[in-house]
């Protein structure tokens, strides 16, 4: 069975550019979540998507966005890079929910310069 | 307000000595609970869930609603133990429900 799966593994922006990271779970899983990681911040929750409706939403600004489609894949976008977004963003997959455990993917780093 | 709190950041142990990784948390309803680890250039993965009151790999952690702890325990630790250790909860805040992971611990288990 394969795992999540992000593309790209690496990217490297410049401020102001826009982003769109893209996750696809694993087969049969409907509940898609996406977390920023940082050294300092350490997982912080982006949003989560369950049969391409958000259903749940953290406190990040507008300028980060996603969607889910039908076959489950997901992407989310971030748009007028800052410095600060620069960061690994995770993926991760679950059958019912955050409630059953999540499957993580190897994430995409990016780094805005 | 949802918050997870690891407050050892490094935890280091002699194989075959007790490991205790702590992990409190702060929630006004009845949170659910989980350890996820990250082996060295692996992915992060679901260790084991509070419900599930279950061992994995000789670790277990018992939910303790007085404390409000969630420490995750092995009574020998082996080399391969090595990694990061995320306490995570699961709960409702500000009518948005998410997965909150407190600040990870690195065990390192020498030999």
């Known amino acids: 069975k394969a795992g999540v799966t992000q593309t790209p593994r690496y990217l490297i922006k410049t401020r102001g550019q826009q982003v769109t990271l893209s996750c696809s779970p694993i087969s049969g899983h409907r509940s898609v979540s996406w977390y920023q990681q940082t050294p300092g911040q350490g997982l912080q929750f982006l949003f989560e998507y369950f049969s391409e409706t958000q259903r749940n939403k953290g406190n990040f600004p507008g300028r980060f966005s996603g969607r889910q489609f039908s076959n489950s894949r997901s992407e989310m976008n971030v748009s007028t890079l800052e410095l600060g977004d620069s960061a690994l963003y995770l993926c991760?997959?679950?059958?019912?929910?955050?409630?059953?455990?999540?499957?993580f993917g190897s994430g995409t780093r990016l780094t805005v310069v | 307000a949802q918050r997870v709190t690891q407050p050892e950041k490094l935890l280091s142990v002699f194989k075959g000595a007790p490991v205790e990784l702590k992990c409190n948390y702060s929630?006004?309803?009845?949170?659910?609970l989980f350890w996820y680890v990250q082996y060295s250039r692996q992915r992060l993965q679901l260790l084991l869930r509070?419900?599930s009151r279950e061992s994995i790999k000789g670790f277990t952690a018992d939910l303790n609603k007085g404390e409000t702890s969630f420490h995750l325990k092995k009574p020998f630790a082996q080399e391969e133990d090595s990694a990061m250790y995320y306490c995570a909860l699961s709960g409702t805040q500000g009518g948005s429900e998410k997965l909150v992971f407190g600040k990870g611990t690195k065990l390192t288990v020498n030999p």
């Open positions: 509070h419900i």
């Open positions: 929630y006004s309803g009845s949170p659910e």
């Open positions: 991760a997959s679950s059958f019912r929910g955050r409630n059953y455990g999540y499957t």
